[in-house]
T-cell receptor
Framework: AQSVTQLGSHVSVSEGALVLLRCNYSSSVPPYLFWYVQYPNQGLQLLLKYTSAATLVKGINGFEAEFKKSETSFHLTKPSAHMSDAAEYFCAVRGSGGYQKVTFGTGTKLQVIP | EAGVVQSPRYKIIEKKQPVAFWCNPI?????LYWYLQNLGQGPELLIR????????DSQLPKDRFSAERLKGVDSTLKIQPAELGDSAVYLC??????????????FGPGTRLTVL
């Protein structure tokens, strides 16, 4: 079984500051890992995904995440926060063999302070 | 290309009433998912279809929830009768599964259900 833990249900950063959203995973098989963003009253949009290729994954809107097996982590970062980054972010995991259910974390709401 | 379409976007009903949600996936996607998202939580899978077949419905409360995907395209999720605890957002997603490997899931905007 797979699971993810997102540390911090709410994160506040100043505009222009570093964004760091934390995600730790648990998986009995090599995982695929995802970050999704959800704006108010909208569905989830894929930011980036790790599928066992490069450990540093670059996504849309300037976000990136690094897969660290030794730390079982997949933290999401962005060097400089924009007001438009305010949203809820979900980390998700699935196993890499055949069909595996995607399991989502509980989400981190990012607030960007002007 | 159009994304995943869901309707209605919002629905308010009284408890014990029936309700139905509709989803049209991305063209060519053979796999369709219905998720439940409670406030402050991540999505939880209710049912997954590959073409017309429901291949994972283990989390679907079958006493009151039902779903169908006729012709392997559009899908409908129904609740009858609705309970107060069913108030949530119901998300539909689709993906292309090829050779047993699932590609990225693309989500619709969801239907926000309020049961009074």
């Amino acid at each position: 079984a797979q699971s993810v833990t997102q540390l911090g249900s709410h994160v506040s950063v100043s505009e222009g500051a570093l964004v760091l959203l934390r995600c730790n995973y648990s998986s009995s098989v090599p995982p695929y890992l995802f970050w999704y963003v959800q704006y108010p009253n909208q569905g989830l949009q894929l930011l980036l995904k790790y599928t066992s290729a490069a450990t540093l994954v670059k996504g849309i809107n300037g976000f990136e995440a690094e897969f660290k097996k030794s730390e079982t982590s997949f933290h999401l970062t962005k060097p400089s926060a924009h007001m438009s980054d305010a949203a809820e972010y979900f980390c998700a995991v699935r196993g890499s063999g055949g069909y595996q259910k995607v399991t989502f974390g509980t989400g981190t709401k990012l607030q960007v302070i002007p | 290309e159009a994304g995943v379409v869901q309707s209605p976007r919002y629905k308010i009903i009284e408890k014990k009433q029936p309700v139905a949600f509709w989803c049209n996936p991305i063209s060519g996607h053979n796999t369709l998912y219905w998720y439940l998202q409670n406030l402050g939580q991540g999505p939880e899978l209710l049912i997954r279809y590959e073409n017309e077949e429901a291949v994972d419905d283990s989390q679907l409360p079958k006493d009151r929830f039902s779903a169908e995907r006729l012709k392997g395209v559009d899908s409908t999720l129904k609740i009858q009768p609705a309970e107060l605890g069913d108030s949530a957002v119901y998300l539909c997603a689709s993906s292309l599964v090829s050779g047993g490997v699932a590609d990225t899931q693309y989500f619709g905007p969801g239907t926000r259900l309020t049961v009074l």
